[in-house]
């Protein structure tokens, strides 16, 4: 599972001291309108509010994400089980920070609650408790953090749009972001299927901020660049719904430190999403969270508390502030484009052929005229586009055809847009096989035998007669309330060689993959059974991990019928 996460104490807290008066903000009285271009996300209710102050006053932080308003049925609270508007603990802080002079923007959901439109069915409902948020707070900035199974809630997506839509109309200077989890290629499908909603109910979102981290590649991920693929590839979806996206309206958002799968955002990937983010005046820079921005004290080590990483305190916050300076997100007025392909990669047997989406969008500017144009392929394959050229926002066909004498293997194709304004690059990977190739097989590759061998598994993983695919036996992958599930099996192949991997699937954010010699992996979420299938080249030794797991918090996964070939 590579899904985000972000995390909502659950625990109780010491509350503020009884007889403190609150003096809140009217609203429309918050800072600005503009969408605040650093907000970093502190957890109101983990007691740690103190570094954000220090943040505010210190190292000169204007604006943050406070987190989370949860839904309850068509009531809201505060993530320590206080209500909005009198929370004894979070409201002085909220006025506190304002009185240092940082605007805030209000989230609600999470990775343990949902936003209202998630627990409540009435629309009136809805729209007046999003408007006393506003009215209570003061603000003009709202975020809704939309995770694990409610992303996939159409309905509720629909409600919240609607919602939105209403708010528009009675408060103009209102904007909102939806904080969608993230894969390195961009977002889910059910992710996607949030800004069709906004589409589909005439609005545009302001900020679609993407939670650039766990992505479960491995602890060898290096995660600046890969929040950099992940706010690429989101940008291109984006646009596929609504060609005025720019990166304007597209926020980053890490998890500093070390991440809930093991890999770790440092210092350096900070400097790396800064500076992409100044490169092409991203809407919005945060992370999670402020309270986390700080080394840990001795053997105290917890990740909702610090960043389990050597750095000086408010090291992050640091590093991103200075973006508030630079374009300060508001979107560059000089012409430019993206290109990119959708898929990226392809296998094709000799004499065959494959297709591919080039897509591009304007990033800044006005539209303009792009020639594309493919080098690198091998004697013996041809890359034709049909149009050649496209309007920026426009798309075409490539369509690579391989001759039946191409030698197998794997070959880099870079497809070229040039416009008045520059050029932009994509890597087309085209890999060729022929009969006959080398390969290996998964030993109980549909559990026939009864038992897991030589499969090795995590907790109360197991084979069961039911449901199955095929046979009568299949693989349940079972994750607890705080860590995944996981089956695995290691096998050596052919070094220097492409391989497909498929199997049969069903269950919550149920995920198939390669670790080891080769990364890649992919996953869906479905009740019914489907079936994945991942392409992968190995590295030198041939030798790789599969694997299926299910994301922790979820119910049981089950697997069965995986090929190798």
């Known amino acids: 599972m590579r899904l985000a996460r972000f995390a909502a104490s659950a625990g109780a807290l010491a509350l503020a001291a009884t007889g403190v008066t609150v003096a809140l ?43 989370f308003v949860l839904g309850e049925g068509c009531t809201q609270i505060w993530g320590d089980t206080l209500p909005i508007g009198n929370d004894s603990y979070t409201d002085p802080e909220i006025a506190r920070a304002k009185s240092e002079g940082a605007s805030v923007i209000i989230s609600s959901g999470g990775a343990s609650g949902e936003p209202l439109a998630w627990t409540c069915s009435t629309q009136s409902s809805i729209d007046a ?37 209403d708010l528009k109309a009675s408060n103009p200077n209102l904007k909102f972001s939806m904080t969608l989890p993230v894969l390195t290629s961009g977002l889910t499908g059910d992710g996607v299927n949030i800004i069709k909603a906004a589409k589909t109910a005439g609005i545009k979102i302001d900020v679609v ?79 999670w969270s402020a309270n986390r921005d700080q080394p840990c004290s001795g053997s105290a080590n917890s990740l909702s508390t610090c960043s389990e990483i050597s750095q000086n305190q408010l090291a992050f916050t640091d590093a991103f502030v200075p973006y508030e300076g630079s374009t300060g997100g508001g979107g560059g007025t000089t012409t430019d484009f993206s290109l990119s392909l959708s898929p990226g990669s392809a296998s094709v047997a000799q004499g065959g052929s494959a297709t591919a989406t080039v897509a591009t969008a304007v990033t800044s500017g006005s539209a303009e005229s792009v020639s594309l144009a493919a080098s690198g392929a091998p004697s013996g394959v041809s890359v034709s586009f049909s149009p050649t050229s496209v309007t920026s926002g426009g798309s075409s066909t490539l369509t690579a055809t391989v001759g039946s004498s191409v030698a197998a293997g794997t070959y880099p194709i870079t497809v070229t847009g040039t416009a008045a304004s520059g050029s932009h690059s994509a890597t087309y990977s085209l890999t060729v096989t022929s009969s006959g190739s080398g390969g290996g097989s998964l030993t109980n590759a549909g559990f026939e ?62 995920y198939l993959g390669v670790s080891g010699g080769a990364t890649a992996s992919t996953w869906s979420n479905s009740s019914s059974w489907n079936q994945l299938t991942v392409t992968f080249t190995t590295g030198s030794s041939g030798t790789v991990t599969v694997y299926a797991h299910g994301w922790y918090g979820q119910s049981n996964v089950n697997a069965d019928d995986f090929t190798l070939s």
Request: with cysteine.
């Open 129 to 165: 408790g999003y408007q006393a948020i506003i009215n209570d707070y003061g603000v003009t900035q709202l975020d809704f953090d939309v995770e694990g199974a409610a992303i996939a809630d159409t309905a509720a997506a629909a409600r919240q749009m609607q919602a939105m839509k």
């Open 25 to 67: 903000a009217p609203a429309g009285s918050a800072a600005g309108s503009s969408v605040y271009s650093v907000a970093p996300y502190v957890d109101m209710s983990n007691g740690q509010e103190g570094l954000l102050d220090t943040a505010i006053t210190g190292h000169g932080l204007k604006a943050y994400t406070a987190a």
């Open 449 to 510: 035998t009864g038992s897991l061998s030589p499969w090795t598994c995590t907790g109360g993983s197991s084979v069961v007669s039911s449901p199955v695919h095929s046979g009568s036996h299949s693989l349940q992958v079972t994750p607890s309330s705080s860590s995944t599930g996981e089956c695995d099996q290691t096998v050596t192949l052919s070094a220097n060689h492409s391989y497909t991997l498929t199997a049969w699937v069903q269950g919550p954010y149920a």
């Open 209 to 287: 901020n993407i939670m650039a981290m766990d992505y479960y590649a491995g602890t060898g991920t290096e995660m600046g660049q890969a929040a950099v693929s992940a706010a690429k590839a989101t940008l291109a979806q984006m646009q596929s719904v609504d060609s005025s996206y720019t990166y304007a309206n597209l926020g980053i958002t890490p998890m500093i430190g070390k991440n809930d799968d093991g890999s770790t955002f440092t210092l350096a990937d900070a400097q790396t999403v800064e500076s992409f983010a100044a490169q092409n005046s991203i809407g919005r820079l945060s992370f």
